[in-house]
């Protein structure tokens, strides 16, 4: 049984997994297993995977299952104590898993660690520190765009961990649950960060823990932008706190008016359009989010004023996402 699990979701993407598989290979920590989750691709992959990378364990699931189906196929495959998502457009400095298996180990309330992603081009710009979620119900990541001179080169609380390079305890996830499969695409994370909040766990951001991102490598504005507008929502209704929602309706209920106002006044670009489809989504799906929510709710450990506190402020200037 390996310590630590890494799932790598993947469709058709061949042409990045030299990078991805062959930077996993020069891990400094060596007790960890690798399975790649392969939602039905046609180029190849699978006779690639098995002849240049015999040491990762293929599953094949044959049609596509989303982000998030192929996370869970591989979470319910893995074995570690620790089990970390990994994108498959990614590379990994060397002793990126030690540095997050350390946190572990010298953390015990730790349940989640973000690592310091980067861009695989510009390698001095941040793709994120971790996520933040602030309190009108807009997540987002740290730091985005940002050139890296050090300002955020402390071990500190975030959110939640970017679903690109996401590490949690086991423990934790049987305590809280995986992925949400109702999210497909976007969010997931956050909805994972939510639950853990909620339990009582801290998520560490680790800036010594350093991927490398080739961002929108996979996915698409068009696809983003739907689910990011369906997906919002749905955090809203599956975890966001009575006592805090009474309290900030208001800024909730602007965030998403100015998201429509600025998806109307881009209304011939498709992806503002599908912005507008997922906010109509994200509206009926508290249909299907209000009994998950009374599940969620029953697993709070914290009060008020710990969760309000890692979360960020409207007035904050919003770091992207």
């Not at 030299?18 to 297993?33: A, K, N, P, V, Y």
């Not at 994370?189 to 991927?211: F, S």
């Not at 749905?234 to 805090?244: A, E, V």
Request: hydrophobic share 40%; with cysteine.
């Amino acid at each position: 049984m390996a310590k630590i699990s890494i799932i790598i979701p993947h469709l058709n993407g061949k042409h990045l997994l030299e990078d991805c598989l062959g930077s996993l290979r020069q891990q400094t920590f060596s007790d960890f297993e690798v399975l790649l989750v392969d939602n039905g691709s046609s180029d190849g992959t699978q006779a690639y995977v098995r002849e240049q990378f015999p040491e990762v364990t293929l599953i094949e699931l044959g049609e596509n299952r989303g982000f998030t189906g192929a996370c869970n196929a591989g979470w319910h495959a893995s074995s570690g104590e620790i089990v970390i998502l990994l994108n498959n457009d990614t590379e990994t400095e060397s002793g990126w898993l030690r540095e997050v298996w350390q946190a572990f180990e010298q953390h015990p309330q730790v349940g989640s660690v973000a690592s310091k992603m980067l861009l695989f081009d510009q390698r001095d710009t941040f793709h994120t520190a971790g996520d933040f979620y602030r309190v009108d119900g807009i997540p987002g990541n740290r730091g985005v765009w940002q050139k890296d001179v050090g300002q955020f080169d402390q071990i500190e609380p975030v959110f939640s961990a970017c679903g690109g390079s996401s590490a949690y305890r086991r423990t934790m996830l049987e305590q809280i649950g995986f992925l949400d499969d109702d999210f497909f695409f976007s969010c997931e994370d956050v909805d994972l960060g939510w639950r853990a909040n909620l339990a009582g766990w801290q998520v560490l951001y680790v800036p010594t823990a350093v991927v490398y991102h080739k961002l929108k490598a996979t996915g698409g504005s068009v696809t983003g932008s739907y689910y990011d507008g369906r997906n919002f929502l749905y955090l809203i209704w599956k975890n966001y706190p009575t006592p805090l929602l009474r309290k900030y309706w208001k800024d909730i209920l602007h965030a998403q008016l100015r998201i429509s106002r600025d998806a109307l006044r881009a209304w011939r670009g498709a992806a503002a359009r599908a912005r507008l489809r997922g906010q109509v989504a994200g509206l009926v799906g508290i249909f299907k989010m209000w009994p998950k929510r009374r599940q969620v709710q029953a697993l709070r450990r914290v009060d008020d004023d710990s969760l309000t506190a890692v979360l960020t402020p409207v007035d904050d200037p919003p770091a992207g996402g």
